[in-house]
């Protein structure tokens, strides 16, 4: 009897146990700034004239009338103008703000468009600029790059700008700039701030002291494998080791 009590007794912790790890697994960190993938794709047309059909299911045009979320120009280097456009997904009201990701689509002489990528790790949500609110602050279209900037933070504000590329038939981050600066003794001018050109492996290093006097640190980091737009997530590198 005793014997039997044990094996029961062995039997509830194991399932104990494993019914832990199944809620761990279950559960990733709340906070990670990951985005889901963007998988709903059924129903896009492989062309049309109409960019707007090209958005998927559950997704729209992000709308801030301040800020410019809609760029045309040459992407491929092809002549004929391309788009690149922030989307948000269209979610009921709820304490959690839509997920967003930054779609673009390559246009012919025939004033149609195909979807080149939807990345979903670019564009930060509107809840994590932290005290400044919503983070985003502009895409642009520099040079055939497609340009990337976001803005934050409180007394200590931080700033991020990323510069893509399309090159062997796919998207590169080939440039970063970022950087933060304390409200209360410095302006931008004076921020810390680090600029990467990861083409040439060149970087240059601007530190601020307390008097306000900034140091310019210039270096290569040599030519490391460019990191792919699909692949893209600002939590996950370390532009000076990458």
């Known amino acids: 009897m005793r014997k039997l009590a044990y094996i029961l007794l062995a ?3 194991l399932l104990s146990i494993s019914a832990c790890k199944n809620v ?3 559960n990733p960190n709340p906070n990670s700034n990951s985005n889901p993938v963007v998988t709903d794709t ?3 047309p492989e062309k049309t004239n109409d960019i707007y059909s090209l958005i998927p299911s ?9 800020k410019q979320v809609l760029f045309e120009g040459d992407l491929n280097k092809d002549e004929f103008n391309d788009v690149a456009a922030v989307i948000e997904e269209i979610k009921s009201q709820t304490d959690e703000a839509p997920q967003r990701a930054l779609l673009i689509a390559f246009g012919d002489k025939d004033n149609n468009y195909r979807l080149s990528i939807i990345a979903d790790r670019v564009i930060l949500k509107a809840d994590e600029g932290g005290v400044w609110g919503d983070p985003f602050d502009s895409i642009s279209i ?3 790059s497609l340009v990337v900037s ?7 504000r931080w700033f991020n700008t990323y510069r893509f590329r399309y090159q062997v038939n796919d998207w590169y981050l080939i440039g970063a700039t970022t950087g933060e600066y304390f409200t209360g003794s410095a302006t931008e001018e004076e921020a810390n701030e680090q600029d990467y050109n990861l083409l040439t492996g060149d970087y240059i290093i601007k530190e601020t002291d307390e008097s306000g006097k900034q140091k310019t640190t210039h270096g290569n980091r040599g030519k490391k494998e460019l990191i792919k737009l699909k692949d893209f997530n600002p939590e996950n590198i370390n532009l000076h080791e990458q």
């Open 24 to 26: 761990s697994n279950s």
């Open 58 to 66: 559950g997704w729209k045009i992000l709308n801030k009338e301040e």
């Open 142 to 144: 520099d040079r055939g």
């Open 11 to 13: 039997t509830c912790l």
């Open 150 to 156: 976001h803005y934050g933070g409180s007394n200590w």
């Open 42 to 44: 059924e129903g896009i």
